[in-house]
């Protein structure tokens, strides 16, 4: 059975810094690609980062670029999201994901699947 699990959320004051885990089972996290993506209230669901499994490349959503880093520990059979300058607009539930099939647009939800419960970023003072 696929399943990702993401931890790491916490409650934390503009201009910190979190880092969140998604842990993969059921199948070869490394051979898949892993997207990050986050649901604010009464917002739709949007992609984060993504991070390919073959090379590690990553892609970005403008809105974090330059401020969260994701990478992969594939012998843990997890990856991370460094998440760094956190704004209160990054407030969220934050959820990992693997495409459900061979092609997919890292910031589109669609193409992703299963969910988890997310894990809950709260950016205030």
């Known amino acids: 059975q696929v399943q990702l699990v993401e931890s790491g959320g916490d409650l934390v004051q503009p201009g910190g810094s979190l880092r969140l885990s998604c842990v993969g089972s059921g199948f070869p996290l490394d051979q898949y690609a892993i997207g990050w993506f986050r649901q604010a209230p009464g917002k739709e669901r949007e992609g984060v980062s993504c991070?390919?499994?073959?090379?590690?490349?990553?892609w970005y959503a403008d809105s974090v670029k330059g401020r969260f880093t994701m990478s992969r520990d594939n012998g843990k059979n997890t990856v991370y999201l460094q998440m760094n300058n956190l704004k209160p607009e990054d407030t969220a539930v934050y959820y990992c994901a693997r495409p459900r099939g061979g092609t997919y647009f890292p910031e589109d939800p669609l193409f992703f699947g299963p969910w988890g419960q997310g894990t809950q970023v709260t950016v205030s003072s």
């Open positions: 991070i390919t499994g073959r090379d590690g490349t990553t």
